[in-house]
Nanobody, 122 residues
Framework: VQLQASGGGLVQAGGSLRLSCAASGRPFSSYTVGWFRQAPGKEREFVAAITWNGAAYYVDSVKDRFTISIDNAKNTVWLQMNSLKPDDTAVYFC?????????????????WGQGTLVTVSS
């Protein structure tokens, strides 16, 4: 499956962005889809994931601010990001893995999209 991430940009603190991850090839319904981010000088970290059956998981720092969702008809996963903070500044990546793996583990993901840059100004 090929992944295309988009939707990043520059936003002021407190603002919102919606990232999208579009898939071609096999449908997303066959995979767990995750979002990861990598800030300058830091390791890539888990942000959110949605499983093949619709269960959603988040890192504590984004709970109640970010929402992950899937549109199976469009084969697209969305990451709605609200109340953005400067600490959210990073390159965001979407990735897909077969079901029943650990959604938090970066190396469990087989397929990766290119990153999209999110910059939150204070």
């Amino acid at each position: 499956v090929q992944l295309q991430a988009s939707g990043g940009g520059l936003v002021q603190a407190g603002g919102s962005l919606r990232l999208s991850c579009a898939a071609s090839g096999r449908p997303f319904s066959s995979y767990t889809v995750g979002w990861f981010r990598q800030a300058p000088g830091k390791e890539r970290e888990f942000v959110a994931a949605i499983t093949w059956n619709g269960a959603a998981y988040y890192v504590d720092s984004v709970k109640d601010r970010f929402t992950i969702s899937i549109d199976n008809a469009k084969n697209t996963v969305w990451l709605q990001m609200n109340s953005l903070k400067p600490d959210d500044t990073a390159v965001y990546f979407c990735a897909a893995e077969p079901p029943f793996r650990n959604y938090k583990v970066l190396n469990d993901y087989n397929f990766w999209g290119q990153g999209t840059l999110v910059t939150v100004s204070s």
